[in-house]
């Protein structure tokens, strides 16, 4: 969904509505995507601008993310009344070499997503994704947002943008991404395998990107939650480079 630009007093921000988000959760979303808050006194009414569109739309969960390194920003949204509820890190790869090499027993293979996969892939989303933006926040249902995260993982295989993972023909996990219109760059969507099979974590994140190698993809990049310190080792054993840190926050009109 295309997001309306809101400027004013020489800030700008970029809001949408999230119906995909809304979907699970029962309630209106729209996010913030972005807010560059310009002259920090009149950063308030900025925000206020924003929470006008968001009640007009009548949104209830208002959520987005600053830069950590950002005090106008976090200044101004704890302000306005919003909590802090995640924090997330910006990841990125320039190239491919050096990655670890996986025992041939070890690799499972990645295939295009079929229509009787998608089952299993939401219930691995569902039963053992415990970290992200809803799944962190403590005043949402566990069981709505991990359903959210379930829909999310069926909704990027039905747009053909993720992959079932499987070792000796069963689906033990998934991977999605989305390419640039060049096909140069890769944005790692969603990963992750089966709380069963939690060993095949790196050789499967490994199989991705010699799969990226392998079609002509040049760097990479990923957004992942600071609280998943698993997954955080992970990247760091890949050789992801640490770009960015951001806070989440959010708040109920």
Same mark, same amino acid.
Request: hydrophobic residues 50%.
């Given at each position: ?5 809101? +400027?004013? =007093? ?10 995909? #988000? ?17 002259? =920090? ?21 208002? $959520?987005?993310?600053? %830069? =950590? ?39 499972? &293979?990645?295939?295009?997503?079929? +229509?009787? !996969?998608?089952?299993? /892939?939401?219930?691995?989303?569902? %039963? !053992? ?14 069981? *709505? ?19 079932? &993972?499987? /070792? ?5 996990? $998934?991977?999605? +991404? ?25 050789? /499967? ?21 600071? =609280? ?5 080792? *992970? ?7 640490? #770009?960015?840190?951001? $806070?989440? $926050?959010?708040?109920?009109?």
């Amino acid at each position: 969904m295309s997001a309306t630009a809101i +400027e004013h =007093a020489g800030g700008r921000a970029e809001v949408r509505l999230t119906p995909w #988000d809304e979907r699970a959760l029962g309630m209106r979303t729209a996010e913030i995507v972005r807010l560059d808050i310009g002259v =920090a006194s009149a950063a308030g009414s900025l925000i206020a601008e924003v929470e006008r569109w968001g009640r007009a739309n009548d949104v209830q969960y208002l $959520f987005g993310r600053v %830069d =950590a390194a950002a005090p106008s920003a976090k200044k101004a949204v704890l302000a306005a009344g919003f909590g802090i509820v995640e924090c997330s890190i910006a990841l990125s790869r320039a190239g491919f070499a050096g990655l670890p090499a996986v025992p041939a027993r070890m690799r499972p &293979a990645l295939r295009p997503v079929e +229509e009787a !996969d998608i089952a299993e /892939l939401e219930r691995i989303a569902r %039963d !053992d994704f415990h970290h992200g933006r809803f799944l962190e926040d403590p005043a949402i249902d566990t069981a *709505l947002s991990a359903a959210r995260t379930a829909n999310w993982i069926g909704d990027l295989a039905r747009q053909r943008l993720a992959y079932a &993972a499987t /070792l000796n023909g069963k689906v033990i996990g $998934f991977h999605a +991404e989305r390419m640039s219109a060049d096909g140069r760059h890769a944005d790692l969507i969603l990963t992750g395998v089966t709380g069963r099979y939690a060993i095949m974590a790196m050789p /499967l994140w490994i199989t991705a990107l010699e799969s990226l190698s392998a079609r002509g993809v040049q760097d990479c990049s990923t957004l992942i939650s600071a =609280a998943n310190t698993g997954i955080v080792n *992970l990247y760091a054993r890949l050789g992801f480079r640490f #770009d960015t840190t951001l $806070f989440g $926050f959010r708040k109920y009109l």
